[in-house]
């Protein structure tokens, strides 16, 4: 397995919920890593991106509330998601290149 996507979960709206996402050494190393979400019945979508340097780069409607972290000694990045809202339910899936890692259900209640 090359990505693992972990956490997710439930949360009521306003609160804050994390997922993370471990990669093969040399998938981290040589990619940028994102997150993207699909909701149901709709497209996937680009959520964030964190470079091997530590640049991000995030969607607009999360680019206050969310934010992603990598960890290079356990090579794994971290999106946090704060003052989430019933439009963030989706299902998150991970990406580093080519790659893609199984999702993680993320619901929001109102």
């Known amino acids: 397995v090359q990505l693992q996507a972990s956490g997710g979960g439930l949360v009521q709206a306003g609160g804050s919920l994390r997922t993370s996402c471990a990669a093969s050494g040399s998938i981290f190393v040589r990619n940028d890593m994102a997150w993207y979400r699909q909701a149901p019945g709709k497209e996937r979508e680009f959520v964030a991106s964190i470079t091997p340097r530590g640049r991000t780069t995030y969607e607009d409607s999360v680019k206050e509330r969310f934010s992603l972290s990598r960890d290079s000694g356990k090579n794994t990045v971290t999106l946090l998601m704060d003052r989430m809202k019933p439009e963030d339910t989706a299902v998150y899936y991970c990406?580093?290149?080519?790659?893609w890692g199984r999702g993680t259900l993320v619901t929001v209640s109102s």
């Open positions: 990406r580093a290149g080519p790659c």
